[in-house]
């Protein structure tokens, strides 16, 4: 298997604009997470799917973040307009359940300049 | 290799009981450290979360969980259970760093009845 799949590895983006970051999930994964991780705060939950509905989004931290999963093999997250305290490791990572253990991808870093 | 231990495998109470439920770490570094809860028939949600700063933290529905860094732990706690606390807990690990893509690191869950 592939693993998580994200996309794409390094973005860098004036504020302003929208950035959208892409993660394809293991597949038979049911449950996928965003994750974003900074110097200042660590890893932090932002949001996370089961069977593609959102369950537990208190993580994001404003309105200009949201995520989507149109379908089990495909996730969005994106940020409009982007600001430069948003710059950072922004991680996808999948399980077979909520409780199981998750697969990390590589992780997207973004530089908002 | 990093792991999460709860004691606790099935606790019982009863209505305004006070909870505490054990979560311990083995893990020399920073961590980020977390409880779930999943109601009968629901998916995880998160109740709390903790990364630096104040170690107590305060969660949703009257939860809390103090962090002790010399114990390598980070029990969950609430003064006052109600029947809708029964659910499956579980604490979860991972080490911070920026660069760091370990996986989420879960214990085994600790099966809460509460009985009215």
């Known amino acids: 298997d592939a693993g998580v799949i994200q996309s794409p590895r390094h973005e860098v983006t004036e504020m302003g604009q929208e950035v959208t970051l892409r993660c394809k999930p293991i597949?038979?994964?049911?449950?996928l997470f965003w994750y974003r991780q900074t110097m200042m705060r660590g890893l932090e939950l932002l949001i996370y799917?089961?069977?593609?509905?959102?369950?537990?989004d208190s993580g994001m931290p404003e309105d200009r973040f949201s995520a989507k999963m149109p379908n089990a093999s495909f996730s969005t997250l994106k940020i409009q307009p982007s600001e430069p305290r948003d710059s950072a490791v922004y991680f996808c990572?999948?399980?077979?359940?909520?409780?199981?253990?998750?697969?990390f991808g590589s992780g997207t870093r973004l530089t908002v300049v | 290799a990093q792991s999460v231990s709860q004691h606790n495998h099935h606790v019982i109470l009863s209505e305004a009981a006070s909870l505490e439920l054990g979560c311990n770490y083995s893990?020399?570094?920073?961590?980020?450290l977390f409880w779930y809860v999943q109601y009968p028939g629901q998916h995880l949600q998160l109740l709390l979360k903790?990364?630096?700063?104040?170690?107590l933290v305060k969660g949703i529905k009257g939860f809390e969980a103090e962090f002790i860094k010399s114990k390598f732990s980070f029990n969950l706690r609430k003064p006052s259970v109600q029947w809708s606390d029964t659910a499956e807990y579980f604490c979860?690990?991972?080490?911070?760093?920026?660069?760091?893509?370990?996986?989420?690191?879960f214990g085994t869950g600790t099966r809460l009845q509460v009985f009215p």
């Open positions: 893990y020399g570094g920073t961590v980020n």
């Open positions: 979860a690990v991972k080490p911070a760093g920026a660069y760091n893509t370990d996986k989420l690191i």
């Open positions: 903790y990364f630096s700063g104040d170690p």
């Open positions: 597949s038979g994964h049911n449950s």
């Open positions: 799917f089961n069977n593609n509905v959102p369950i537990d």
């Open positions: 990572a999948s399980s077979l359940a909520p409780s199981r253990q998750q697969f």
